[in-house]
């Protein structure tokens, strides 16, 4: 089969690998429908962290064409969404909400790699779940969503304790961060501000709920947000960057006593440890149990009740893999789906 691999800064690489088999009873092999690059991908893509080769892809559905014997919840044809991280959702951190951690974890890129043709899903049970039926193709980029970004930006706006009539900001106007204003949306947030300098990214906020766009950055972005909530700054702040810059301006846009949901994937983030006591603000994020909401969310989208496809601004076959990670990189395409 052919899949993407990473061989250092700015390489990825078509290539054929072998096909996967089922290895444990515990295994599901799949026919990836679609797939498609993560934010999270450029990281080592522009040189952060980079290794020397790496399967690509954590976000994809696709129908089930193999299950070992031990796997009950999917069978062969299902439609199915599935996690970036591998779940048993059966351990005591998987049946507290954190799927994300299990005990017998892994995540999909790195040794299985989902921006492919087919991929072997070890847990089947804990990591996919099927839709009611198949779906029509144009729900297939909005089910794509939720194996990650929709199910991260949901996740950010739960850790920040959204809710109805409170006040959001939202920090990165990648994938993510359009996911946690559809979820403040959802959530009934009364005033969500979407932090962006991108027209058509502002253009998507929009649609998916945004009442008010900040254009500045920093301490005059923190200004900003709090001359929009009385001065006080907002109940809520989402986090979707992982930067030292975003993760600051997340704590000093949130009001004292405040939530701060981060979910950008952290680089050299330090957190101040005085501003941090004096500021009041609660903090939670970190890698999200997409597992925990794919029920709902999978509900949300066969009803049609929300539509997070829309973050999808471009689509590529699989063999077009480096023109996808370019045009990402260069802020040419909001998010790439990728068709095998």
């Not at 999917?74 to 954190?98: E, H, M, Q, R």
Request: glycine share 12%; charged share 25%.
């Amino acid at each position: 089969m052919r899949g993407i691999i990473m061989h250092g800064p700015g390489d990825v690489r078509v290539e054929e690998r072998v096909d996967p088999e089922i290895q444990e009873p515990t295994d599901a092999v799949i026919k990836i429908v679609a797939a498609c690059v993560c934010g999270s991908d450029l990281w080592p893509y522009r040189g952060a962290d980079t290794p020397d080769q790496q399967l690509m892809g954590h976000e994809y559905v696709g129908i089930v064409e193999q299950i070992g014997d031990q796997v009950n919840t999917v069978k062969l044809g299902d439609f199915v969404v599935g996690s970036f991280v591998i779940s048993d959702n059966t351990c005591p951190i998987c049946t507290a909400g954190y799927q994300s951690r299990c005990v017998n974890g892994e995540f999909v890129d790195g040794g299985i790699g989902t921006q492919a043709e087919y991929a072997r899903i070890p847990h089947a049970d804990g990591t996919l779940v099927a839709t009611p039926g198949q779906p029509d193709e144009d729900l297939i980029p909005s089910l794509l969503a939720a194996s990650d970004v929709l199910g991260t930006g949901w996740f950010a706006a739960d850790a920040a304790e959204v809710g109805p009539g409170r006040s959001v900001a939202v920090i990165g106007d990648g994938a993510v961060g359009l996911m946690g204003i559809l979820a403040a949306k959802q959530m009934g947030a009364e005033t969500i501000i979407a932090m962006s300098r991108h027209k058509d990214r502002q253009k998507l906020a929009r649609e998916f709920g945004a009442t008010h766009i900040v254009e500045e950055r920093g301490d005059d972005g923190v200004a900003k947000v709090k001359e929009l909530t009385d001065g006080l700054g907002t109940d809520s702040t989402i986090e979707a960057v992982g930067s030292q810059e975003s993760m600051m301006q997340a704590i000093r846009s949130t009001r004292p006593g405040g939530h701060v949901g981060y979910v950008g994937v952290s680089h050299d983030v330090e957190l101040p440890g005085g501003e941090l006591f004096f500021g009041l603000v609660h903090l939670h994020g970190g890698p999200a149990p997409v597992r925990r909401f794919l029920p709902e969310l999978i509900d949300l989208i066969w009803s049609r009740t929300i539509d997070p496809g829309k973050v999808f601004d471009q689509t590529m076959t699989l063999d077009r893999a480096a023109e996808a990670y370019a045009a990402m990189d260069k802020r040419e395409a909001i998010k790439v789906l990728l068709k095998p």
